[in-house]
């Protein structure tokens, strides 16, 4: 019986690794590429300036998804990529979607990836 909860709970965390994923790319990389800044900062650049504020995953994780789902400039970090690009607009995303996606962003390596989805 252990066992079985064992194998239950280690791929519901796989699948939550997988959701992420799957959000991540199915919706951010629209506008953010995972290397190049391109019509909105890259996900190295707003992923490096999060994580110098937010040391925690969990801060990290609140902060990120909060701001996402409502974003204004006046809580940003990224002041200099609005005046650039413009504020990110309200995506419409619920909360444990933001959190599912910013939680993926949090724990992947993008520069060992280099960009794979958009340069390959």
Avoid at 55 to 81: G, I
Wanted: proline fraction near 2%; charge should be positive.
């Amino acid at each position: 019986m252990r066992y079985a909860l064992l194998a239950i709970f280690i791929s519901a965390l796989s699948f939550a690794d997988d959701v992420g994923s799957l959000l991540f790319n199915g919706n951010c990389l629209t506008c953010h590429n995972e290397t190049k800044t391109l019509s909105a900062p890259s996900v190295l650049e707003f992923k490096d300036r999060y994580i110098k504020a937010f040391k925690t995953k969990e801060e990290f994780v609140s902060y990120m998804s909060k701001w996402v789902k409502n974003p204004q400039e006046k809580t940003s970090l990224m002041h200099d990529a609005i005046k650039k690009h413009g504020l990110m607009p309200d995506l419409g995303f619920d909360m444990q979607t933001l959190i599912d996606i910013s939680g993926y962003i949090y724990e992947t390596d993008f520069k060992k990836r280099n960009g794979y989805w958009r340069n390959n």
